[in-house]
């Protein structure tokens, strides 16, 4: 199984929006809607940010969205903020117990 | 509220077994409704996922990892573990603990919802 592929960086000035994408196979991200997103600030744990494909947990700022189409997964973050600079982490159950995550994209706010 | 801790060595010999621990508090680890899981991150890379086990000891791994990674539970405790054997350079990461939601609504089907802070391992001779 290989890791799911996120663009390295990504960058967008605070209000604009930005894309992330997570490119899988029909095996992972194909096959099941069980697309996760994760925030990671430096020397910080991840926190989740999207579970399902396109659900946000509380507390969850709802300019943060996901989508899926066909094999690749979307994070979107709208209204960009300094806050939201970040490393961004995909995730997507695999079939047989089995999870892959995203080798991560480098966010930075201009 | 449910928290997270890991707790194991932090400097490691090449071909030693790696032992780690990870206490949850504020929550039971046998509620049957998530995994518990171990994920690991080497210096300036990527999240990998190692594997994760059921309250009742039903354990999955990562196919690249599953020959030297062993996961246990210890309910009585609250505890789960990590074993890693005959470590290299390799293995040098920081390793998290969190949780896995064993279901849907309301709970985040294979999503990690909660993490530990993560340990330092460092392997050298």
């Known amino acids: 199984q290989s890791a799911l592929t996120q663009p390295p960086s990504a960058s967008g000035s605070p209000g604009q929006s930005i894309t992330i994408s997570c490119t899988g196979t029909?095996?992972?991200?194909?096959?099941?809607?069980?697309v996760s997103w994760y925030q990671q600030h430096s020397g910080r744990a991840p926190k989740l940010m999207i579970y399902?494909?396109?659900k946000r947990p509380s507390g969850v700022p709802d300019r943060f969205s996901g989508s899926k189409s066909g094999n690749t997964a979307s994070l979107t973050v709208s209204g960009l903020q300094a806050e939201d600079e970040a490393d961004y982490y995909c995730?997507?159950?695999?079939?047989?117990?089995?999870?892959?995550f995203g080798g991560g994209t480098k966010v930075t706010v201009l | 509220q449910v928290e997270l801790q890991e707790s194991g060595p932090g400097l490691m010999k090449p071909s030693q077994t790696l032992s780690l621990t990870c206490t949850v508090s504020?929550?039971?680890?046998?509620?049957?409704?998530?995994?518990w899981s171990w994920i690991r991150q080497h210096p300036g890379k990527g999240l990998e996922w190692i594997g994760y086990?059921?309250?009742?000891?039903?354990?999955y791994y990562s196919p690249s990892l599953e020959s030297r990674v062993t996961i246990s539970v210890d309910t009585s405790k609250n505890q789960f573990s990590l074993k890693v054997s005959s470590v290299t350079a390799a293995d040098t990461a920081v390793y998290y603990c969190?949780?896995?939601?064993?279901?849907?609504?309301?709970?985040?089907?294979?999503?990690?919802?909660?993490w530990g802070q993560g340990t330092t391992v460092t392997v050298s001779s």
């Open positions: 969190a949780r896995v939601g064993a279901t849907t609504h309301p709970y985040y089907y294979y999503a990690m919802d909660v």
């Open positions: 504020g929550g039971s680890i046998s509620s049957g409704i998530y995994y």
């Open positions: 086990i059921y309250y009742t000891g039903s354990t």
């Open positions: 029909s095996s992972d991200i194909g096959g099941y809607n069980y």
């Open positions: 399902e494909v396109t």
């Open positions: 995730s997507s159950y695999a079939g047989s117990n089995n999870l892959l």
